[in-house]
């Protein structure tokens, strides 16, 4: 099955935001999150039997889908969710932005661990919050650890009232652990701090990972937190806008979805219904030869790194597709650094300043894609920042 992700779908001209974006015609783009490979073949049929049923009115959410959802994450992630949980949308930001609106006020801080995912920030801004930054601590073998000392200072002051946390974290790719997910579930029990555990990458682990929910580790956590999920990054379906927001209190889950309400943001399409149903019913192998396959393309990152741009350094990652360089020896600014590559490489990425000034000096490269692109990106990185 792995040679399909060899094939190159021409996507330039397709309406697609990561492709069509740019008007030089030579660029290859590996900056935005979504994958050049067709998402798995059961998703397609479940897609082409709902087109050609041909009425496309207002929908309701069918038994189906919670059965989908909660078999999913409970066989792959031991996290048994009740259909009164759930509070289906149409994406995660849209859902983070509505959790905050309606678990603080405007003033407020919210804790997140830097560099995080940008939207973080806007999501924050929007609701009229501060962040409160807990900076990661990258380790001399590329591998983040958490500030904890800082994490429990921060927790502790008293206008930081939610954390946004990144479970597994973009960009960094860390896949957190029990120990680490418990000790930061106790600091912010300790000081009222409500965790919104954005775990959108967690089916997207490397082989040998495990993803371990955040509202799994300890029943207190549960009532203390919102899960976010979508299946758009693992199978590739960000176009068709579903997500989930999970709530075990019941006082909480009716403030989001009040929230959710007043944003908007409650309806979704049909598309994203049997989508989601086929990819966790129908689509385990598919997505398993996926993830050895994005561990390939890591390795091939690592690599060619070690062997032609030593000076660089990849993050020592777990999960997601989206590497995270550390180009500080280059002596320029992460924003120099891309436009150097755009100019001179005809390379899309993205700049480390995107995620808060703990990513200055690096740059985000999207690996999904067949490796002969992969390849030819790397060459031009190469190209461009050392011939």
């Given at each position: 099955?792995?040679?399909?992700?060899?094939?190159?779908?021409?996507?330039?001209?397709t309406g697609s935001y990561k492709w069509d974006s740019s008007p030089d015609p030579d660029c290859l783009p590996m900056w935005v999150a979504d994958?050049?490979?067709?998402?798995?073949?059961?998703?397609?049929?479940?897609?082409?039997?709902?087109?050609?049923?041909?009425?496309?009115?207002?929908?309701?959410?069918?038994?189906?889908?919670?059965?989908?959802?909660?078999?999913?994450?409970?066989r792959r992630h031991g996290f048994a969710i009740e259909r009164d949980w759930v509070i289906y949308t149409s994406g995660v930001v849209p859902a983070?932005?509505?959790?905050?609106?309606?678990?603080?006020?405007?003033?407020?801080?919210?804790?997140?661990?830097?560099?995080?995912?940008?939207?973080?920030?806007?999501?924050?801004?929007?609701?009229?919050?501060?962040?409160?930054?807990?900076?990661?601590?990258?380790?001399?073998?590329?591998?983040?650890?958490?500030?904890?000392?800082?994490?429990?200072?921060?927790?502790?002051?008293?206008?930081?009232?939610?954390?946004?946390?990144?479970?597994?974290?973009?960009?960094?790719?860390?896949?957190?652990?029990?120990?680490?997910?418990?000790?930061?579930?106790?600091?912010?029990?300790?000081?009222?701090?409500?965790?919104?555990?954005?775990?959108?990458?967690?089916?997207?682990?490397?082989?040998?990972?495990?993803?371990?929910?955040?509202?799994?580790?300890?029943?207190?956590?549960?009532?203390?937190?919102?899960?976010?999920?979508?299946?758009?990054?693992?199978?590739?379906?960000?176009?068709?806008?579903?997500?989930?927001?999970?709530?075990?209190?019941?006082?909480?889950?009716?403030?989001?979805?009040?929230?959710?309400?007043?944003?908007?943001?409650?309806?979704?399409?049909?598309?994203?219904?049997?989508?989601?149903?086929?990819?966790?019913?129908?689509?385990?192998?598919?997505?398993?030869?996926?993830?050895?396959?994005?561990?390939?393309?890591?390795?091939?990152?690592?690599?060619?790194?070690?062997?032609?741009?030593?000076t660089l350094r990849l993050a020592k990652q777990e999960a997601t597709y989206l590497a995270w360089i550390d180009c500080r020896a280059l002596g320029?600014?992460?924003?120099?650094?891309?436009?150097?590559?755009?100019?001179?490489?005809?390379?899309?990425?993205?700049?480390?300043?995107?995620?808060?000034?703990?990513?200055?000096?690096?740059?985000?490269?999207?690996?999904?894609?067949?490796?002969?692109?992969?390849?030819?990106?790397?060459?031009?990185?190469?190209?461009?920042?050392?011939?």
């Amino acid at each position: 099955m792995s040679c399909q992700f060899d094939l190159i779908v021409p996507r330039r001209g397709t309406g697609s935001y990561k492709w069509d974006s740019s008007p030089d015609p030579d660029c290859l783009p590996m900056w935005v999150a979504d994958m050049d490979f067709r998402t798995a073949p059961a998703i397609i049929d479940a897609l082409s039997r709902r087109v050609a049923h041909g009425v496309f009115g207002y929908n309701k959410m069918p038994d189906r889908y919670y059965e989908a959802l909660d078999s999913w994450f409970s066989r792959r992630h031991g996290f048994a969710i009740e259909r009164d949980w759930v509070i289906y949308t149409s994406g995660v930001v849209p859902a983070i932005s509505a959790i905050l609106k309606a678990i603080t006020h405007p003033g407020e801080r919210v804790l997140i661990q830097t560099p995080v995912y940008n939207c973080f920030y806007s999501s924050i801004a929007n609701m009229g919050c501060r962040p409160a930054e807990n900076r990661l601590i990258a380790g001399e073998d590329g591998r983040y650890e958490i500030d904890f000392d800082d994490l429990e200072a921060k927790a502790s002051e008293p206008d930081v009232r939610a954390m946004l946390l990144c479970n597994p974290h973009n960009p960094v790719g860390r896949s957190w652990s029990i120990e680490e997910l418990h000790r930061l579930g106790d600091i912010c029990l300790r000081h009222g701090v409500t965790i919104v555990s954005d775990e959108i990458h967690c089916d997207l682990t490397f082989p040998g990972q495990r993803h371990h929910p955040f509202a799994t580790i300890k029943p207190e956590f549960l009532a203390n937190c919102v899960t976010c999920s979508s299946p758009s990054k693992a199978f590739n379906l960000a176009g068709l806008q579903i997500a989930n927001i999970v709530v075990a209190d019941p006082s909480l889950r009716k403030r989001i979805d009040r929230a959710i309400n007043i944003h908007e943001v409650c309806d979704v399409n049909p598309f994203g219904v049997e989508a989601l149903i086929a990819a966790y019913g129908e689509a385990e192998a598919w997505l398993d030869e996926l993830r050895t396959y994005l561990f390939g393309n890591y390795q091939t990152v690592l690599d060619f790194i070690t062997c032609s741009m030593p000076t660089l350094r990849l993050a020592k990652q777990e999960a997601t597709y989206l590497a995270w360089i550390d180009c500080r020896a280059l002596g320029l600014s992460s924003d120099a650094i891309t436009e150097r590559l755009a100019s001179s490489g005809h390379l899309l990425i993205n700049s480390g300043r995107l995620y808060g000034a703990a990513g200055e000096g690096y740059i985000r490269l999207n690996m999904a894609c067949p490796r002969p692109l992969l390849l030819d990106g790397l060459g031009r990185m190469q190209k461009a920042l050392f011939a």
